[in-house]
């Protein structure tokens, strides 16, 4: 299923709605799982959380509390680790990806650890659970900054968490959108409005589609959709670079990180 080398593609600043973001999105992810597994897995960890390329984990940050004997929901879980390491604390973690190949390697890694993650093939505005299911909702880099309506998102995570239930998500910091996604000294310079919402849109120069789109949220845009869906934010952790990590993920790198935050994890809890 993995295409190598992946085919070319022009970049573009153009509107995007949700039926093309998911269409684009859940391609992308099955023709890049491989490779991501691949290269990341072992940083992941088969049991590990981990909220962003910087490598804070969740056994540090502690942005989910206890999760014994809670229901948790993983949204955008991709190969489980997050979730599996949830269920090794003793939690009943459960996953959705948008990704068929991503949950594939669930399931492989599933067999491998005999710790089984059950996950279903879904979307996060969408979310195919009842009402008041759940004790915890958590997305560590998933399905938020590829989703174009947020307001569903944050909908349906409030409607299938229980009262006072938590939700905790890490994104790319949004103030990264204001420069290059380049690891080098390159991508410290600003090259854009921080307040410019426009999506970043991939189009595959041989057919004409839509192969990759993300969103981009100010601080105070995520602070205003959460309030507004009845949440209290609890957290905003912006890890800084560990002197030790001289791992390059994309735009991640020491270069940029020790000087300028690459990741935002939010935590709040449902009023």
């Avoid at 879980?77 to 003793?90: D, K, L």
């Avoid at 174009?148 to 006072?164: F, H, K, M, P, Q």
Wanted: proline share 5%; net charge negative; aromatic share 10%.
């Amino acid at each position: 299923m993995q295409q190598w080398p992946h085919p070319p593609v022009t970049a573009h600043r153009r509107a995007s709605g949700e039926d093309e973001s998911r269409r684009a999105n859940g391609a992308d992810w099955d023709r890049y799982a491989d490779e991501y597994q691949a290269l990341h897995g072992p940083f992941l960890g088969d049991v590990g959380f981990v909220w962003g390329p910087e490598g804070l984990t969740e056994a540090v940050a502690g942005v989910l509390g206890d999760v014994k004997d809670k229901d948790v929901l993983e949204v955008g879980s991709g190969a489980g680790q997050c979730s599996r390491w949830v269920r090794s604390q003793g939690g009943r973690a459960f996953g959705l990806d948008l990704s068929y190949r991503q949950l594939q390697h669930s399931r492989r890694i599933d067999e491998a650890t005999a710790i089984e993650v059950p996950a279903v093939l879904g979307t996060a505005t969408h979310l195919p659970f009842a009402d008041a299911s759940f004790d915890v909702v958590f997305s560590s880099f998933g399905a938020l900054q590829f989703v174009a309506d947020i307001d569903d998102a944050v909908a349906e995570t409030a409607r299938v968490l229980r009262t006072g239930g938590r939700f905790a998500f890490s994104i790319t910091h949004p103030t990264r959108w204001m420069f290059p996604d380049d690891p080098t000294a390159e991508g410290l310079v600003a090259s854009q409005s921080y307040w410019d919402r426009t999506p970043y849109v991939e189009v595959d120069d041989e057919t004409g589609a839509t192969s990759y789109v993300e969103h981009h949220r100010t601080l105070g845009d995520w602070v205003q959709v959460l309030a507004g869906h009845g949440f209290m934010i609890t957290d905003l952790v912006e890890p800084q670079w560990p002197e030790d990590n001289e791992r390059v993920w994309g735009g991640w790198s020491a270069v940029r990180g020790r000087l300028t935050p690459g990741t935002a994890v939010f935590g709040a809890r449902l009023a």
